[in-house]
C-alpha cells in the first residue's frame, strides 16, 4: 500500500496523559499536513510540513501541541496533558509541492483519540 | 471558522437517482476542491475547480463555480450504494501562493446516504 498511513488507528487516553501519533506520508510528496476533525465537522488545518520545516501553525494548536518531522519523511503530533476537548479525529495527508497550481491532498485514514 | 458551508446537511436517495449537493463560501478564492469520506476513514480527493472555470465534470461527477454568488454544487449522476459518504468542499486561502495551497477550509459536510 503506497497511501498515506497513520498509527495508530485508535487511541484511548486518560485526561492528563500525554499521546503521540504518527504518519507516514506518500514516499515522493515533499508536503505534510495535519488536520483535526470533530464528529459532525470538516476538518480543520493544524500544520504543514515543507521537507522538514514546518512553515504554519493554525492558532489551534495550542502549546500543548507540537508536531516534527526529523528528517523530512515520517511525522509525529505529540499532545501533552491531553484534555477531554482534544477528543477527535486527527489526520494526516500529503501532497507534491504544488508551486503555482494546487496539488490534492492524499489522507491517511486518521487516529480516533479518545480522552477519558 | 468554516469558509464553506454545505446544503443540504443530510441527502437520502434511492440509487440510480441524482444528487446534487451545494457548498457557499465568504472570500474570494483561487478554486474549490470537493472530497468524499467514507464512515471512519480519510478523505478522498474527487474534483477540483478554478476560479475561471465555470464547469467540470469527472466521470458520474458535474462541479459547477459561480463565484459571483460565491457557491458551488456537486452533481452525482446514477448514484450507486457505494457513493453513501459524506462530501466536502475546501478552498485554500486566496492570494497566499503556492506555499499555502494545502492548507484548505472545509465547510461542515452533506451526508448522502444511498438506499440500494
Known amino acids: 500500500d503506497t497511501g498515506v498511513s497513520q498509527d495508530p488507528r485508535h487511541k484511548i487516553t486518560k485526561r492528563g496523559q500525554n499521546v503521540t501519533f504518527r504518519c507516514d506520508p506518500i514516499s515522493e510528496h515533499n508536503r505534510l499536513y495535519w488536520y483535526r476533525q470533530t464528529l459532525g465537522q470538516g476538518p480543520e488545518f493544524l500544520t504543514y510540513?515543507?521537507?522538514?520545516?514546518?512553515?504554519?501553525k493554525s492558532r489551534l494548536l495550542s502549546d500543548r501541541f507540537s508536531a516534527e518531522r526529523p528528517k523530512g519523511s515520517f511525522s509525529t503530533l505529540e499532545i501533552q496533558r491531553t484534555e477531554q476537548g482534544d477528543s477527535a479525529m486527527y489526520l494526516c495527508a500529503s501532497s507534491l509541492d504544488p508551486g503555482t497550481r494546487s496539488s490534492p491532498l492524499h489522507f491517511g485514514n486518521g487516529t480516533r483519540l479518545t480522552v477519558t | 471558522s468554516q469558509q464553506g458551508e454545505e446544503d443540504p446537511q443530510a441527502l437520502s436517495i434511492q440509487e440510480g437517482e441524482n444528487a446534487t449537493m451545494n457548498c457557499s463560501y465568504k472570500?474570494?478564492?483561487?478554486?474549490l476542491q470537493w472530497y468524499r469520506q467514507n464512515s471512519g476513514r480519510g478523505l478522498v480527493h474527487l474534483i477540483l475547480?478554478?476560479?475561471?472555470?465555470r464547469e467540470k465534470h469527472s466521470g458520474r461527477l458535474r462541479v459547477t463555480l459561480d463565484t459571483s454568488k460565491k457557491s458551488s454544487s456537486l452533481l452525482i449522476t446514477a448514484s450507486r450504494a457505494a457513493d453513501t459518504a459524506s462530501y466536502f468542499c475546501?478552498?485554500?486561502?486566496?492570494?497566499?501562493?503556492?506555499?499555502?495551497?494545502?492548507?484548505?477550509?472545509f465547510g461542515q459536510g452533506t451526508i448522502l446516504t444511498v438506499h440500494p
Open positions: 510540513f515543507q521537507n522538514e520545516a514546518q512553515l504554519e
Open positions: 475546501a478552498t485554500p486561502p486566496r492570494g497566499a501562493g503556492g506555499t499555502s495551497y494545502g492548507k484548505l477550509t
Open positions: 475547480i478554478r476560479s475561471n472555470e
Open positions: 472570500t474570494s478564492i483561487n478554486n
